[in-house]
């Protein structure tokens, strides 16, 4: 299920956050610069309030957050598609 995924992706994107050490709202506007409100725009990706996440979302956290954004996509991916196939 996608939306599985994405709430997986997001969770491991909070994740690395906390180790870092960075709070949602330095993300929010370090990945989102451009956004009216950044921090409002963090906190609905977190809260699961926007629709979906965007490979131009997740490829800006990954760049605000320092991670690739292919590794970060395969971490999850790897660890759900057993549990994806499986349905």
């Known amino acids: 299920d996608v939306k599985e995924l994405e709430e997986a992706l997001v969770a491991k994107i909070e994740e ?3 180790e870092k050490g ?17 921090v409002v725009k963090m906190q609905n990706i977190r809260k699961g ?9 997740l490829i800006k956290l990954a760049v605000a ?6 590794g970060l996509l395969s971490s999850v991916t790897f ?3 057993p549990k994806i196939l499986s349905k």
């Open 16 to 18: 690395i956050r906390e």
């Open 22 to 38: 960075i709070s949602s709202s330095a993300l929010g506007r370090m990945a989102f610069p451009e956004a009216g409100n950044s």
């Open 65 to 70: 957050l320092d991670v690739d954004p292919v």
């Open 49 to 57: 309030r926007k629709q979906s996440l965007t490979i131009g979302e």
């Open 79 to 81: 660890s759900k598609l």
